[in-house]
C-alpha cells in the first residue's frame, strides 16, 4: 500500500543556544488542510517552548532544522505523533496521548509526523544540553544514556519506553502555555517550570523503575503500596461514575480509613483529590479540542456552569474561557 501524502508545514528553524533576547510568536493555522493554532517560546537561557493544536485533512508533518543539538521532551495531550530523522532509518520515537519521551536531536532536520484526522494537540520543549546535565544528578540512571548521546552525537530516544503524563506535568505545562508575565519575568518563570518538570520527570522515571519508590510509601508493605496503585486505576477508569470510598476500599480489598491513609502517603493527594486532578487534566484537554465551555461542564458532571467554572480556576489559576481550541 503506498504511504499516504504528507503535507509538509513550513519549516521551524531551532537555535536554542544562541537566542539573544526573549521571543515568542503565537498564531492560527488555516491552510492546505491544516486547522489549529500554534505558539512558541525562545529563551537565551537554551529553551525552546512550542505549543501544537491541529487537525489535518492529509497526514502533516513540520521539519525541525536544527541549528545545535539539543534534548527534546516532547508530551502528547491528545492524538498520536512520531519523529524520524535524516541519519537514522525508521521511527525515532511515536508517542500516543498522555505520553512523553525524551529526544536527543543531534544538528539536523528531524521531523515530526502525524496523522489525518486526529485532534493533535502536543507540548515541545527543547532544552540545552548544558541546561539539563546541569540539572540532572549525576547517579540518576539516565545521566550516562544523556551524556552518551551527546558524544555518539546521534538522535535517539532516552528512555525505552515512553512515560505517563500525570496531572503534576500536565499542569505545569499548561501554566508554561498560560504565563501571565512578560519580558525577563517570562523568561525567568519559563525557565523555572523547565527546572520544575525535570525534577518531577527524574523522579518519576526511577520509581517506574524500581529503584526509588515514593519517600512516604516506604515504610508501608509492598501489598498495600500495590492495593493503592490498583486504586488509583481504578479512579482513572472511572471518572465519569465514581464508586464511594467504601466500595472502592473493598475492590482493592482494604478498608475505607486504610485507604485514605496509605493513598495518601503513596500519591501525596487524597482520593478527592486525585479524582479531581484527573477531572480536570479531562476537561482541559476537552476544552483545546474546541468544545464550549457549558459542554464541557455537563460532561464534567457539574450541574451549573458557574461551579464548573470556579472549579476549574481553583485547580489551575485561570478560568476555562482562556484555553481556544
Not at 496521548?97 to 520543549?125: G, K, S, V
Request: glycine content about 6%; aromatic content about 10%.
Amino acid at each position: 500500500m503506498p504511504a499516504q501524502p504528507v503535507h509538509i508545514i513550513p519549516s521551524c528553524r531551532f537555535d536554542i543556544r544562541h537566542s539573544e533576547a526573549f521571543r515568542e510568536r503565537r498564531r492560527e493555522l488555516s491552510q492546505d488542510g491544516h486547522t489549529g493554532s500554534l505558539f512558541e517560546m525562545l529563551s537565551p537561557d537554551g529553551i525552546n517552548f512550542g505549543y501544537y493544536n491541529l487537525r489535518s485533512r492529509n497526514a502533516g508533518e513540520i521539519v525541525f532544522r536544527n541549528s545545535a543539538p539539543f534534548f527534546q521532551m516532547s508530551y502528547t495531550v491528545s492524538g498520536s505523533k512520531s519523529y524520524s530523522s535524516q541519519s537514522s532509518s525508521g521511527k525515532l520515537a511515536s508517542l500516543d496521548r498522555h505520553q512523553y519521551n525524551y529526544l536527543f536531536f543531534p544538528e539536523e532536520d528531524i521531523r515530526l509526523q502525524w496523522p489525518a484526522h486526529e485532534q493533535l494537540e502536543t507540548f515541545e520543549l527543547g532544552v540545552s544540553p548544558d541546561l539539563v546535565l546541569q540539572a540532572m544528578p549525576r547517579e540518576h540512571p539516565l545521566y550516562k544514556v544523556f551524556s552518551g548521546s551527546i558524544e555518539r552525537n546521534a538522535p535517539v530516544a532516552i528512555s525505552s519506553v515512553n512515560l505517563p503524563m500525570q496531572a503534576p506535568i500536565s499542569t505545569i505545562l499548561y501554566d508554561m502555555l498560560h504565563c501571565p508575565l512578560e519580558g525577563r519575568y517570562k523568561q525567568l518563570f519559563l525557565k523555572a517550570k523547565t527546572i520544575e518538570l525535570l525534577a518531577i520527570q527524574l523522579s518519576q522515571y526511577e520509581q517506574m523503575a524500581g529503584l526509588k519508590p515514593p519517600e512516604a510509601s516506604r515504610s508501608l508493605r509492598k501489598e498495600d503500596v500495590e492495593r493503592m496503585h490498583l486504586a488509583r486505576d481504578i479512579i482513572a477508569s472511572n471518572i465519569h461514575s465514581p464508586c464511594t470510598l467504601i466500595d472502592l476500599a473493598h475492590q482493592v480489598g482494604t478498608n475505607d480509613a486504610y485507604l485514605k491513609s496509605h493513598f495518601k502517603q503513596v500519591f501525596g493527594t487524597t482520593v478527592y483529590g486525585y479524582l479531581q486532578g484527573i477531572k480536570m487534566a479531562h476537561a482541559r484537554e476537552l476544552l483545546g479540542q474546541g468544545k464550549q465551555v457549558s459542554e464541557v461542564a455537563y460532561l464534567s458532571g457539574y450541574k451549573h456552569t458557574a461551579h464548573f467554572t470556579r472549579a476549574f480556576k481553583k485547580f489551575f489559576g485561570y478560568a476555562p474561557g482562556r484555553i481556544k481550541g
